[in-house]
């Protein structure tokens, strides 16, 4: 059910180079909250992030090291109280793997460059793929079209 995802044309392979970190620059990098989720696996608590409701114009990039995930154009109010999208820019950004955590089986949602942790991916998304990746909002930082 993951389906193709599309690529858009003027970005480049630079936010799939790895990025590593030691945990010690991390937190130097991250705010608590941040680090939280994207170096311990954390989540935000529903609806209490940024990027809940579509209401932004733009492009979405991992908050931890800038690689380029998700656009507003493909995001959607799922209710779930986190931003949620139908696919990402680019397949080759993200890495998906299996997580048994919480007695559920899930899909685990990762930057690809950094290893930073999103989100989680879910069957149950709007046409036209069917896929709701859902992504704490403070996994993300947005490049405003404005």
């Given at each position: 059910w993951l389906g193709k995802v599309s690529r858009m044309a003027d970005e480049t392979d630079d936010a799939v180079q790895p990025m590593e970190l030691t945990d010690?620059?991390?937190k130097q990098?991250?705010?608590?909250s941040q680090y939280y989720?994207?170096?311990?696996k954390g989540t935000e608590r529903a609806f209490s992030g940024e990027y809940t409701?579509?209401?932004f114009d733009g492009i979405f990039r991992?908050?931890?090291c800038g690689a380029v995930l998700f656009s507003s154009e493909d995001q959607f109010d799922s209710g779930s109280g986190w931003p949620s999208f139908t696919?990402?820019?680019d397949a080759e950004a993200v890495e998906l793997t299996d997580d048994?955590?919480?007695g559920m089986h899930r899909i685990e949602v990762t930057c690809k460059r950094c290893g930073g942790h999103l989100g989680h991916l879910f069957p149950d998304g709007p046409s036209p793929t069917g896929q709701r990746w859902c992504i704490n909002s403070v996994s993300l930082e947005l490049d405003s079209k404005d």
């Open positions: 010690e620059k991390w990098r991250l705010s608590r989720v994207l170096r311990e409701h579509p209401e991992c908050a931890a696919s990402p820019v048994y955590s919480l």
